[in-house]
């Protein structure tokens, strides 16, 4: 089955770390951009951050520059988030999503996992 | 950062009507990189539609997308029960942007 499913997400205090990852199987990952997009409670959705099939390009929103960084793991078909200075702000539900391939820098996204949330509060 | 309006806000119709959901980008979005997702509570986005008229794999004909430039439209021909849901447009290429989303709900 094509599916990605994350993990990782939990409570958290402001300033604190936490790391997501993404566990993804039924396709070849090493093939694809992927991206984390989120959506806080309530709210729309929000594109956080994106890398290549061989990580060669990263981008991140400005939201979280800085702060959160993207990597993946080829030979795991896996993908992660290191979200470090964690603010109120970035309590959300963080899903994983795939990119198809296309002549952009960053696409659309054709799968979606079901998220995991992240809640920063004292 | 192009900023994506979608109207209106909520929609609320019965069965077998005709949905008609616009977006609106705040600047032209180019190669009409411009997607359609559908979310239903507790669940992810489901792409329905990206290049701003192309279907994605599995998606009923009964969605369709069209629009260029600045101006966006989604229609859904004849309302399903499974189709009242939220939906949000997408705009992609470098920094890519959602609207803040139109609800679809039953009348």
């Known amino acids: 089955e094509v599916q990605l499913v994350e993990s990782g997400g939990g409570l958290v205090k402001p300033g604190g770390s936490l790391r997501l990852s993404c566990a993804a199987s039924?396709?070849?990952?090493?093939?694809?951009?992927m991206n984390w997009v989120r959506q806080a409670p309530g709210k729309g959705l929000e594109w956080v951050s994106s890398i290549s099939s061989s990580s060669s390009y990263i981008y991140y929103a400005d939201s979280v520059k800085g702060r959160f960084t993207i990597s993946r793991d080829n030979a795991k078909n896996s993908l992660y988030l290191q979200m470090n200075s964690l603010r109120a702000e970035d309590t959300a539900v963080y899903y994983c999503?795939?990119?198809?391939?296309?002549?952009?820098?960053?696409?659309?996204?054709?799968?979606w996992g079901r998220g995991t949330l992240v809640t920063v509060s004292s | 950062e192009i900023v994506l309006t979608q109207s209106p806000g909520t929609l609320s119709l019965s069965p077998g009507e005709r949905a008609t959901l616009s977006c609106r980008a705040s600047q032209s979005v180019s190669s009409s990189y411009l997607a359609w997702y559908q979310q239903k509570p507790g669940q992810a986005p489901r792409l329905l539609i990206y290049g701003a008229s192309s279907r994605a794999t599995g998606i009923p004909d009964r969605f369709s997308g069209s629009g260029s430039g600045t101006d966006f439209t989604l229609t859904i021909s004849r309302l399903e029960p499974e189709d009242f849901a939220v939906y949000y447009c997408q705009q992609y290429g470098s920094s890519p942007t959602f609207g803040q989303g139109t609800k679809v709900e039953i009348k």
């Open positions: 999503a795939r990119q198809p391939p296309l002549r952009a820098i960053v696409g659309y996204f054709d799968l």
């Open positions: 039924g396709f070849t990952f090493s093939s694809y951009s």
